[in-house]
């Protein structure tokens, strides 16, 4: 219903009031500031193989020996999602630092997608994981079509020409130094094999982090498992309406082989973020695909199934967020804590107020909430950064600090563009005078 000019007067007053109070919340002290990954200033259509427009979709790990490993996409063209612009291949991209973050090594491309052959795919939402038993570290991405319809054509060839879409493992055994060449992980996709009887024409990882299982004393043999959080599209017909759900890969093999969960029943979701809490149930977090408040879903059995979802109340517009476990009483520490990061934006009030979604909400403001319950509640928010923000991913560092990579604006000033590191204290965030509303 058309809102009467009273009410868009409201709107107004509302705005700028929730404006103006956000601005007075204090900023977390931050020990170092670094940006690994830096988009272009040109405003020209990008087809260089050495050039960016854009760095998006952040993942984030910690290998063994203590060296912070920072995954993107980098994008050309001028910076759109996969299939959106022809001529604009996209990359997988790592930088490295053993200063938990200060400084970085030099870019390496992962995988281009310029092909042998002439060929140009999209490479995109990069999901890392290490196996703390062996010491190894798995990078999950997938392939789509550099320029097509938004969904791929149902099927597995990873001919760029046939416009499907496929994952990718790469493996890294020296602390993220050197990889392994790629390999194809199949994934169902045909009825009589998927969990929901639907073809599924598309199985992307995250993006973000992975986790290792250890509290699984209901059934020890799922301690070790290695667990990636997923998103799946599924359809009744292999040209049907699709609709997305989250699930996980997991390994019990040291990453050997890799089997499906069952996708989460319920709303409609997808990019997501997975914990293990400290009664050895999995914890999911997702984006919803529409409504005012993200999805939660809990497992039982190690991620095989799913319970149904209980929402969370805090109001985030619809993003990729990331949530880790940052301490826990059975590892030693003085109490469990899962951290909690997304851009807060603006307009929070107005959309809960009217039920409408991403009204007036923005991605700036990126804020880290804390959970002292096993995730049945997130509170004490601070603030990191009052800049632009998108996606982000966070991660315990060697030290016990915590670093966060998270989308910014480039120097051009346009949303997104770089990919910013925040390296920050856990004080900070339990210092009560930094707690906002």
Known sequence: MPLSNTRLHLIVILTSVLICTTGLQAVAKVVSVSIPFVGSSQENYITARDQYHRFRIPSLIVAPDGSVLAFAEGRRGHGDDPTCEANAPMDIVI???????????????????????????????????????????????????????????????????????????????????????????????????????????????????????????????????LVIPAKRSGSVTPEGESTGAPLVFYSDDHGDTWQFGQATEGPPANEDEIVELTDGRLLLDARQASGLFRCRFLSSDGGQTWGPNHPDDLVITRVDTSMIR??????????????????????????????????????????????????????????????????????????????????????????????????FELADLEDESRWGQ
């Not at 804390?370 to 966070?394: C, H, K, L, N």
């Open 95 to 225: 930088r490295r630092s053993t200063d938990h973050g200060q400084t970085w090594e030099p870019m390496v491309v992962l995988d281009s997608g310029f092909r042998p052959g002439g060929g140009l795919v999209d490479y995109g939402d990069p999901t890392a994981v290490v196996d703390s038993i062996t010491g190894a570290v798995f990078l999950f991405y997938g392939q789509w079509a550099d320029i097509g319809p938004h969904r791929a054509t149902h099927g597995q060839n990873p001919d760029p020409a046939l416009g499907q879409q496929v994952v990718w493992i790469r493996k890294s055994t020296d602390n993220g130094k050197t990889w392994s060449d790629r390999r194809q992980m199949i994934y169902p996709d045909e009825p009589h094999e998927t969990s929901d009887k639907l073809y599924w024409d598309m199985i992307e990882p995250g993006p973000g982090i992975g986790i290792q299982l250890q509290w699984q004393d209901h059934n020890k043999s799922l301690n070790g498992r």
């Open 326 to 423: 940052y301490s826990a009483v059975r590892e030693g520490h003085d109490r469990d804590r899962i951290l909690f990061s997304a851009p807060r934006g603006i307009g929070r009030i107005l959309a809960r107020e009217h039920d409408e979604g991403d009204l007036g909400m923005t991605r700036n403001d990126l804020t880290i909430w804390t959970s002292y319950d096993e995730g049945q509640s997130f509170i004490q928010p601070v603030r990191i950064t009052r800049e632009m923000a998108g996606y982000s991913a966070m991660h315990r560092l060697a030290d016990g600090t915590i670093g966060l990579l998270v989308e910014s604006a480039g120097e051009n000033g346009l949303s997104y563009g770089d990919i910013s590191f925040f390296r």
